[in-house]
């Protein structure tokens, strides 16, 4: 998990001062994209247009994808009509994946139940020992704490939290994120 936070820290970090200056909030996180990784971000209807995208079993759905090749990120359009904060959710995880999981041109489908707002990540260590092997990590929690980390900066989060006292309402809308990812930042935070 820290050094996942860690990768996002370094990110904002690392952004030009007229793409985000530290503060600002919400974080911008389309700016970032664009701006800071020259990702183009569509929001699209139907997802499974895109190139190489999978056959989904009934009840699945994609939220987001990330196509290297093309260097775009693919958001579902319905969902980020009815949840604005879930597009900034689903913008942020794709960004993990290009930061972290990228390999070549290889696009990666993210399906609704894998980009979770509620995500923890097993200790590293823990997860180790359980099966005495070392155990590769999930992506796809991997690309969600990001999410959780870059839209809800740590230090900018544990500020906003004493200032309105933990109200929950307070921090979604001040970080443009759903409760369940505000009460799930709350929760490993605190
Ligand atoms: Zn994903």
């Not at 994808?65 to 913008?91: K, S």
Request: net charge negative; hydrophobic share 45%.
């Amino acid at each position: 998990m820290k050094d996942v936070e860690e990768r996002a820290e370094a990110v904002l970090a690392g952004l030009p001062s007229y793409v985000w200056d530290g503060e600002r909030l919400p974080v911008p996180v389309e700016d970032i994209a664009n701006s800071g990784f020259g990702l183009l971000v569509r929001d699209v209807e139907d997802l499974g247009t895109a190139p190489g995208a999978p056959v989904l079993r009934d009840g699945q759905s994609l939220s987001g994808l990330l196509l290297p090749a093309r260097g775009e990120i693919w958001v579902n359009a319905a969902e980020a009509r009815q949840w604005p904060p879930r597009r900034r959710f689903t913008i942020g995880h794709e960004l993990g994946h290009w930061v972290m999981h990228r390999t070549g041109q290889q696009a990666l489908f993210c399906r609704r139940s894998k980009v979770d707002e509620t995500v923890t990540l097993p200790a590293r260590d823990s997860a180790a020992a359980t099966s005495g092997t070392a155990v590769a990590r999930d992506i796809e929690e991997e690309a969600s704490a990001f999410a959780a980390a870059l839209l809800m900066p740590q230090w900018l989060f544990v500020r906003e939290h004493a200032r309105c006292d933990g109200d929950v309402a307070t921090l979604c809308a001040a970080f443009g994120s759903s409760i369940a990812a505000t009460e799930r930042r709350i929760a490993s935070l605190f």
